[in-house]
């Protein structure tokens, strides 16, 4: 099985910062495209960054400019460097990793969600 342990959430007022980190361990042979999503209260779950196995990035047009997805391919590790944080980033974030078995079948998979609360 594969395990996600993220790290990095916590509560901060408008225009600090964060940064989570997302670590991937266990039956791994390779892991494809990675990314940051979030959910809040009485909403459907987004995505706010994706990171591809090449280093190819996406964002939401609501943290452009300022949030920043990298990797460590090496260390299987995931990270979303967050600035100039708003009240509307108050969610819980989930990181997610498309991960090749050994049979070469892809599985997404999510890690236990890290509070971020930014106050105004």
């Known amino acids: 099985q594969v395990q996600l342990v993220e790290s990095g959430g916590g509560s901060v007022q408008a225009g600090a910062s964060l940064r989570l980190s997302c670590a991937a361990s266990?039956?791994?042979?390779?892991?494809?495209?990675m990314g940051w999503y979030r959910q809040a209260p009485g909403k459907q779950r987004e995505l706010v960054a994706r990171?591809?196995?090449?280093?190819?990035?996406n964002y939401a047009d609501s943290v452009k400019g300022r949030f920043t997805i990298s990797r460590d391919n090496a260390e299987n590790t995931m990270y979303l460097q967050m600035n100039s944080l708003k009240p509307e980033d108050t969610a819980v974030y989930y990181c997610?990793?498309?991960?090749?078995?050994?049979?070469?079948?892809?599985?997404?998979?999510w890690g236990q969600g890290t509070q971020v609360t930014v106050s105004s």
């Open positions: 997610n990793a498309e991960v090749l078995s050994w049979l070469l079948t892809t599985t997404a998979y």
């Open positions: 266990g039956s791994i042979f390779r892991i494809n495209a």
């Open positions: 990171i591809s196995s090449g280093g190819s990035t």
